[in-house]
Structure formats: C-alpha cells, structure tokens
C-alpha cells in the first residue's frame, strides 16, 4: 500500500496506514474488565469502542461495565483487603511500587505509543507521562515510611493513634493524562494500604489495561480492578457503593459535584481534582522571549487538555507588543498534525464531541466581539480531515465576564488581557470559580512572591509551567478541588485515624 502521495506528501490514508501499524504492536490483548486478578466480560456481554482520534478509526472494543461489574470489583476489592493486603508490611507495598515502576520504565516506548493513540497527545508529551507514571509509583513507594501513627503520653494519659487504610476505594480517572492520573490514584491508595477499583475514562482506557497485563503479576489478585465504561453507567455506582469507604475523582466540576452529592449517601470521604482556569501574570520587566516559551507552553501543551492549563494571560502593557507579536509567531509556527511524528508540536483533541465544545466557545467569544490574533479553526490540511484538530488559538478583546473566559474550555485558547493597575487585574485574575494553579513570569523576586500569594489557587509557577515535582502536593482552591495528591500528605488522604486510650490506674 502507497503511505504517501505521489510527490510524498503527507496524506490521510498515509497517517491511516502508520497508525494501524503502531497500533498492532501496542494495543492489549486483554479489553475486558480486570477484577480479582482475571480478565472478565461485562455482566451485559456489552462492549464500546475507542477510537483512535488522529484518524477517526477504531482502536479497539473494550467491555462495558455496569452496576453488576462494580459489585463484583468491590467485592473482589475487599476479599483481597481482608485475606491479604490489610496483613502487608510496608515493606512488602514498597517492593511491590518499586517492581510496578521498573516495569513501567521497561515499557515506556509502548505505553507512551499506546497512549498517542487513544489519547492524541504527541509521543514526545507520552513518554513524559509514562516517566511521570513511574516516578510516582517509586515516590510512594519511598513515601510509604514517612507517615505513621503517633502516641500521645503526659503523667496519666497514654493513647495512640494509629492510621488505617479505608479499605476500598473507588478511583474515577478521565482521559487528558490516562496513565498519569491511574499512577496518581493508585500509587498513593495502594502505599497507604488501599485495595482499588479504578474507573479509567470510556474515551482512553486502552493504556490502563495494557499497564494490568504488565503488573499482572506483581499485583496479589484483587489489590487493583478496573471497570471499564461509561460515566453513567460504570462512575455512578461506583461512587455510590456502600462498599467503597473512599472515593478519589479527576474530572469536570461539574461531574466532581454529581460525584459528591453520590458520596453524600454513604457519608464517603471524597478527594476531588477538577478544573481550572488558570491566570497567568506576566509583570513590565519579563523577558519577552523567555515569557513567549514559558505562555506558549502554560496553554498549548497537551493540545490544551489540561486542568492547569495556563488559559488567560493578563500581561503589562509595557511588554504586551513584543509578547503577542512573539505568541503570534509561536502559535503560527506550531506544527498540528500526526502526534506519532516527532515533528509534531500539537496534535488532535481527544475526540469530536470535544472539538465541539471548543468550537462552540470560539463561536460564543466571535459573538461577544473577540478578536482573533491567531488559530480559531481546523487546519487547513486534507490530510488532517478525519481527525479532531484545532489550530492553536488566541483571543482578546473579551470581557472577563463572558462564559468563553469564565468556563474551563479545555482546548488550546488564550485568552488575553492588558493590564497596568496591578490590584484591577488580581481582582479579575481571582474573578472565577476556580483556583487550580496560576502563574507569574517575572525576574524580581519580590514581585514573584507578592503575585504568587495573591493568586487564590493550589499551584503556582514561576517562570515556568505544568512542572509537578512529587512532593509538592497538588489540588485546587475554590470549585478545583478538595484534598491534594502527589505528596507524602496525600497518603493521610487515604487513611483515616484511629485513637486508642488506654485507661491507666
Ligand atoms: P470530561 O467532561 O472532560 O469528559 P468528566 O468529568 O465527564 O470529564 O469525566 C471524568 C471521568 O468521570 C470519566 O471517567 C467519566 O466516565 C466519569 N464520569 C462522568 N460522569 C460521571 C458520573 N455521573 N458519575 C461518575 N463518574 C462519571
């Protein structure tokens, strides 16, 4: 079969043809369900496809989990918790951390493969995921030493408190870092003592499973399950099982709310990471150069599909010229396309539906009067026609109030605002629900302090963006979040205390 035109130029069916054959190498065996360490059909017998975004086409069908599945799994979940995982030392957990990150590292070239497919981020940004994934699997290996009861003595008084596993938990992931966030639910949940039951995204669930063929053997039956499926159909039980004494869950707000309204019923402790709408401050004395690099990654990165994506840019009038001018050309020079290619800076959205919503932004900021400096569209690019592409894209001119600025797009779109009144713009960059992470580029250290307290989020960046070193916790303020992951203090996120008092004649 010909892979290029005739003058060798890229094509549609030529993209079709080097995905296909990535996908042979690297698509599991095994799409069912994972519970009790076996490979299991949905109770339905029904199945869904993924589809591979670049090109439209199907990835795979994968099993369809329902209420019944989400019984067996938690059941499952917590035979192995009583039989097995309660009775484990911590050393026995971190070896199994560490042996579940060396596999990971053995096979990053095809986990990170496997995730441009399902997902459309670029190799370049999968590999870094699957560096991410094992990173967090050995930090909580580490971590698992650095939390631990206490006692508490004085003349007559002698208690201790004593941290416990919940048991189960029910861990609901979406599809913007599919392997990153399993890591980040279940590195933690299982240092601190946890069984699982995992509910990757219905769009990316391919690298979850391919990941459970490779930690097969490492994991004791029981310890991780996962339900694949639909938010509805899979994520609503899960998160109303009486079983599941914990709930963690990435995703939009809006679902987060659903989510806790549903662990309301059972009184669930809940830890939430939701959206953002992060503000990105730059002061009159950046270097513009070095503010474009920094802006362009905060926004672009990942095609958008972040929740700390940078995503308004309030920069001093002083430097707003050169740095448009510079964002312009960043934006202008990106190349879209085939996420396999290395070339590739940006690729496609993970699916339509999400294109659309973007769209449906853009069309809703061109009606309140938004100028577009660059991007807007799909680009202009036969070849890309099958997949969900959209050009990297910047906006001014919108009030702050308007629902393009308020609410989490999710895609690859600045919006931008001038400033020279240092107090008018913290109040707008605070003026939404949100408060994920920000950022402020400057090079004076007190302005970088001053900025960086002011900004009413998690998570903030100087002079760079999106770097998560684990340690650092990570969580929202506001309608982001409650509770923070990626630190050892996640793992008190995952175990509740218990006092023991000791009556003393
Ligand atoms: P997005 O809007 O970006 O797709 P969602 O918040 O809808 O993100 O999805 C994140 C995760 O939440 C996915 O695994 C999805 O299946 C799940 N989910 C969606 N709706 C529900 C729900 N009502 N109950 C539980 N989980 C849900």
């Known amino acids: 079969m010909s892979t290029t035109s005739d003058d060798g130029a890229e094509t549609a069916e030529s993209i079709r043809s080097r995905h296909r054959e990535a996908a042979d190498d690297v698509v599991p065996e095994h799409t069912q369900l994972y519970i009790g360490g076996e490979w299991q059909d949905a109770a339905s017998g029904e199945t869904f496809d993924t589809l591979n975004p670049t090109t439209g086409e199907v990835l795979a069908s994968v099993a369809r989990g329902g209420e019944a599945d989400v019984d067996r799994a ?67 290996a580490g971590a698992t030493n650095s939390r631990s009861g206490h006692t508490r003595d004085e003349p007559g008084v002698h208690g201790e408190v004593i941290r416990e596993p919940y048991g189960v938990v029910g861990q609901i992931i979406p599809w913007n870092f599919p392997l990153a966030m399993a890591s980040w ?20 669930p391919l690298s979850v499973l391919r990941f459970l063929e490779i930690v097969d053997d490492v ?33 939009s707000t809006a679902v987060g709310k659903q989510i806790m309204r549903n662990a309301a019923e059972n009184v669930t402790d ?4 939701l959206g953002g709408k992060s503000p ?66 940006v690729g496609p959205k993970v699916s339509q539906e999400q294109v659309e919503r973007t769209m449906r932004y853009l069309e809703s ?25 959209v ?17 989490e797009i999710f895609g690859p779109v600045l919006e931008v605002f001038r400033w020279d009144d ?45 770097e998560m070193s684990p340690g650092l916790p990570y969580g929202g303020y506001k309608q982001s979040g409650i509770g923070r992951e990626l630190s050892v203090e996640t793992l008190d996120y995952y175990t509740q205390a218990k006092s023991v008092k000791y009556g003393l004649e």
Request: charged share 30%; with cysteine; proline share 3%.
């Open 391 to 407: 050009t990297p894209t910047l906006v001014e001119g919108l009030d702050h109030d308007h629902e393009a600025v308020q609410e």
């Open 280 to 345: 990105i401050v730059v002061h009159a004395d950046a270097d513009p150069e070095e503010a474009v690099g920094v802006i362009a990654m905060a926004i672009f990165a990942n095609t958008g599909e972040c929740c700390e994506a940078g995503s308004r840019l309030f920069v001093h009038e002083d430097v707003a010229e050169p740095i448009l001018e510079g964002l312009i050309g960043a934006a202008e020079g990106m190349t879209v396309g085939d996420p396999l290619k290395e070339e590739t800076d």
């Open 74 to 140: 938690v059941e499952a979940a917590r035979d192995a918790y009583d039989e097995e995982w309660s009775e484990t030392s911590r050393a026995e957990r971190q070896a199994i951390l560490t042996e579940i990150a060396d596999r990971v590292e053995e096979h990053q070239e095809e986990l990170a493969t496997l995730e441009t497919l399902d997902n459309g981020k670029t190799l370049m940004e999968a590999r870094i995921d699957v560096e991410g994934v094992a990173e967090q699997f050995r930090f909580f």
């Open 219 to 251: 994991v004791p039956d029981g310890v991780v399950n996962v339900v694949t499926g639909y938010g509805e159909e899979a994520g609503d039980p899960l998160s109303r099982h009486e079983g599941v004494r914990k709930l963690a869950f990435t995703g």
């Open 270 to 273: 809940v830890t939430l990471e």
């Open 185 to 204: 639910k279940l590195a933690p949940a299982l240092a601190a003592g946890n069984c699982s039951v995992l509910k990757p995204a219905e769009q990316t």
């Open 365 to 389: 900021a061109k009606e309140g009067g938004a100028t577009f400096l660059a991007g807007g569209d799909a680009p202009d690019d036969e070849a890309l026609a099958g997949g969900c592409f």
């Open 422 to 466: 240092y107090d008018e713009m913290m109040e707008l960059a605070n003026d939404v629900d949100y408060g994920l992470a920000g950022g402020v580029i400057t090079n004076d250290l007190e302005l970088a302090d001053r900025t960086a307290r002011d900004i009413e989020a998690g998570y903030i960046w100087v002079n760079t963006w999106h």
